[in-house]
Antibody, heavy 122, light 107 residues
């Protein structure tokens, strides 16, 4: 059973960089066919896709966040990470990591972390 | 347009059937996936592809699609099905879209 667990600071100051790590267990992040993703949810709101990375390092980001987002992978630690720069209060959200499975016309997130709340405040 | 539209709220009587819909241009080309989210919990995948259920998801959950509309149907809704439901799809540019969510109330 694949499990994902987010970790990182729960409080970030405005203008600083938000940094989170997702640790994957029960499976190798280097397994082909999966894309390792970040998704966030503002308080009381819906889900917003941030981006994903393949184990090779290829990335794809939400155009609305692309200028501030970096997702990286460390296959030796079976982890992938999110950095979001120049944060504001609007970046306060629960951040989820998830595994994306992509098979031609089927595209879905089958495993999710429990989520971590990140608050942007001075 | 690159959006997925869901009704904000739907209600169903216990044991009855309810359909939750999701509309968007991307659904003409790509299947939707559906997620159930209960308060304070992470989303859980309930339907993906043409009409596939992950292991552990009851068979009262089913999916369908026609044109630009995807639907999640719960046949014989149970009290534990009360939750928010989100649809998701990718668009032709590779971006992932989520619907705004539908709050399901089981009466």
């Amino acid at each position: 059973q694949v499990q994902l667990q987010e970790s990182g600071p729960g409080l970030v100051k405005p203008s600083q960089t938000l940094s989170l790590t997702c640790t994957v267990s029960g499976g190798s992040i280097s397994s082909g066919g999966y894309y390792w993703s970040w998704i966030r949810q503002h308080p009381g709101k819906g889900l917003e896709w941030i981006g994903y990375i393949y184990y090779s390092g290829s990335t794809y980001y939400n155009p609305s966040l692309k200028s501030r987002v970096t997702i990286s992978v460390d296959t030796s630690k079976n982890q992938f990470s999110l950095k979001l720069s120049s944060v504001t209060a609007a970046d306060t959200a629960v951040y989820y990591c998830a595994r994306r499975r992509w098979l031609q016309f089927e595209d879905y997130f089958d495993y999710w972390g429990q989520g971590t709340l990140v608050t942007v405040s001075s | 347009s690159s959006e997925l539209t869901q009704d904000p709220a739907v209600s169903v009587a216990l044991g009855q059937t309810v359909r939750i819909t999701c509309q968007g241009d991307s659904l003409r080309s790509y299947y939707a996936s559906w997620y159930q989210q209960k308060p304070g919990q992470a989303p859980v995948l309930v339907i993906y592809g043409k009409n596939n259920r992950p292991s552990g998801i009851p068979d009262r959950f089913s999916g369908s699609s026609s044109g630009n509309t995807a639907s999640l149907t719960i046949t014989g809704a149970q009290a534990e099905d009360e939750a928010d439901y989100y649809c998701n799809s990718r668009d032709s540019s590779g971006n992932h879209l989520f619907g705004g969510g539908t709050k399901l109330t089981v009466l």
